[in-house]
């Protein structure tokens, strides 16, 4: 059976997902019977929850005699680092853009990479049955971008398909009335111009694992292509480690890939996008050789991780009351078999309580911390800290690429905000009563930066932000929350006639009958410093009856809070306490008296 392999990439929302949904659907890869969930390549709780992607997806599909491996890749930029690596596994793109949003950051991302690697692009230009569709717009953007990042000519000459992949119709027409209920353009298409694998099926054996996954039974398994020879199951193969050194180690498994099952076979070749289980510590990039035949392939690059914080046992007067693993040995094991699946992901230890994990962005690591959460962690964590390092004698930090689309009544606003967060204007241009602004900012101006953002535009901004490079810091204070906070200075259940007596101090974060202790943060005041206030205060009834009855107490609706906007929103005199039922803010130091002490120091 001949072979196509192809990634597909996109900007985040513009219908990865939902299009290997339709392929899978309409090449007939299903049993009729067989039913099948939307956006079905998203298997993670969290994945569906948010409608993203957050680990590469490998499926195939069998398609007029070929076998078409697809590789669904994340959108967002924190999990860069795996499309930049499946560019060595496949030989085409498919370039999904919306048809109305065009190319946005992450186009311009994935496609560097992809175009870098030198791989045959297709664009799909997707969502064309929206009512502001502008196909023929979209695609004289898509030219620009190739043309600024590079394309060569080859590159250049791609074919355009328009497509609504969640109507599951396709054309090579941008007029609607062309559309018809089938994926069959963008398969052919596929076959057409993407070129078989570039492999030699009858030399030595050599595997390169680009993505990990994991299983408690044999332990990492390495995804990968194989890009000459074959790989029989229970063989003894070599693989040649990071460091030059060379480990043998016998294939216990190999799993191949059709729809959406994982499927053993006992044999694989050149050109083949298989697992393979058997080196309990396989690592990105290695190379896997026949015995006696070593010859190490050059090593994949992994991204640096950009930002830090720190993970602790809960050490709150709650702590054990409503997760099932708190001790640090349980943490420390959690963290640890995460780096198993992780490669960008780095813990350390710093005491016999608290570890620094690095990863590629907040989003990064809020994922680990709401997956840690579901399955019954409690911890406690840090505000989340850059990474810097010296370049040439010159201590730098990570800068990003930022695109802001904002209506045009909120452009002077967002432009002070981002000037106070050390962020310098690259372009700005607007049409329909729409502003789009590019700048550079430093990653720590980020940091905190989407609730005040939100809060500013009324939740219409949209705000997109791409690693950029490492540059001399600046040295303005950016990233730092200006509102000081209210902090209980008791413990108990918080009362309505108390949280109404502060209403006019600032915004509430909780509500009557909420338990709270003293350190806990409970709203934000209304100015720059910290108030402790008494949250359970009630009040004292006597046996006169006044002429004025109690009238019920209606309060305002507290501010609900994420597990992103809190790591957003704490100091680093803060945490955030994270339970599988809560997320609780509070100081460092919770002893009130303690706290003014150390405040004055």
């Not at 190319?103 to 692009?121: C, N, S, Y």
């Not at 060569?152 to 992949?165: K, T």
């Not at 693993?325 to 094991?333: L, S």
Request: charged share 25%.
């Amino acid at each position: 059976m001949k072979q196509r392999n192809i990634a597909i990439i996109a900007h985040v929302d513009h219908g990865k997902t939902t299009l290997v949904d339709q392929l899978l659907q309409m090449s007939g890869t299903f049993r009729e019977n067989e039913e099948v969930q939307v956006r079905a390549m998203d298997s993670n709780e969290i994945e569906r929850e948010r409608g993203i992607t957050i680990l590469a997806k490998t499926t195939a599909i069998n398609y007029k005699g070929y076998r078409i491996n697809i590789l669904d890749t994340p959108g967002h930029a924190d999990f860069g680092g795996e499309v930049e690596r499946i560019m060595n596994m496949v030989d085409g793109v498919l370039l999904v853009v919306d048809a109305y949003e065009g190319t946005m950051p992450q186009t311009r991302f994935v496609l560097k990479k992809a175009l870098e690697a030198g791989v045959i692009p297709i664009v799909v230009v997707n969502k064309i049955d929206k009512d502001s569709a502008r196909p023929k717009e979209v695609v004289d953007e898509v030219i620009d971008l190739f043309i600024e990042l590079g394309a060569s000519i080859e590159q250049l000459d791609f074919p355009v398909i328009y497509a609504s992949a969640l109507a599951g119709t396709s054309s090579f027409d941008p007029e609607i009335s062309t559309q018809e209920k089938t994926m069959d353009p963008i398969l052919d298409t596929v076959i057409k111009h993407i070129p078989e694998p570039n492999v030699d099926v009858d030399g030595a054996l050599q595997f390169q694992p680009a993505l990990l996954d994991y299983n408690d039974f044999v332990g990492r398994i390495g995804i990968g292509l194989i890009k000459r020879g074959k790989i029989k199951l229970n063989s003894l193969v070599s693989c040649v480690r990071l460091d030059g050194t060379i480990k043998q180690f016998r294939v216990q498994k190999i799993f191949g890939y059709l729809g959406l099952n994982k499927i053993e076979v006992n044999e694989a070749k050149a050109g083949d996008i298989v697992a393979i289980a058997g080196l309990p510590d396989i690592s990105v990039g290695e190379t896997v050789c026949e015995v006696g035949k070593e010859e190490a392939l050059t090593p994949l690059r992994i991204d640096e991780p950009t930002l830090q914080m720190t993970f602790g046992v809960n050490t709150s007067p709650f702590s054990g009351r409503e997760g099932k693993f708190i001790t640090a040995r349980k943490i420390e094991e959690r963290l640890m078999k995460e780096t198993e699946r992780d490669v960008s992901l780095k813990v350390k230890q710093i005491d016999s309580e608290s570890w620094m994990v690095s990863g590629r962005g907040e989003l990064h690591l809020s994922i680990l911390i709401e997956n840690m959460r579901r399955e019954g962690y409690e911890l406690q964590v840090s505000k989340p800290q850059i990474i810097t390092k010296e370049i040439d004698g010159v201590m730098c930090e990570p800068f990003e690429d930022v695109q802001v689309d904002v209506p045009e009544e909120y452009v002077g606003s967002v432009i002070e905000l981002l000037g106070l967060r050390g962020g310098s204007m690259e372009n700005m241009e607007s049409h329909d009563n729409q502003s789009r602004l590019l700048y550079t900012i430093p990653s720590r101006g980020l940091i905190g930066f989407m609730t005040e953002f939100m809060t500013l535009t009324k939740g219409y901004g949209i705000i997109n932000h791409t690693f950029k490079e490492y540059a001399p810091m600046v040295s303005n204070a950016v990233g730092t929350r200006k509102a000081g906070v209210l902090v209980s200075i008791e413990n108990g259940k918080s009362t309505a006639y108390a949280l109404g007596a502060l209403e006019d101090r600032g915004i509430m974060f909780i509500e009557p009958g909420t338990e709270v202790y003293e350190g806990m943060i409970v709203g934000e005041h209304s100015h720059d410093n910290d108030l402790a206030v008494n949250v359970i205060k009630s009040k004292n009834l006597t046996n006169t009856r006044s002429a004025n009855k109690d009238h019920t107490v209606v309060l305002k609706r507290p501010r609900e809070m994420s597990l992103e906007v809190c790591l957003d929103y704490i100091n680093d005199d803060e945490l955030v306490e994270v339970t599988p039922q809560t997320y609780r803010l509070r100081k460092k130091v919770l002893n009130t008296n303690e706290r003014k002490k150390y405040d004055k120091r």
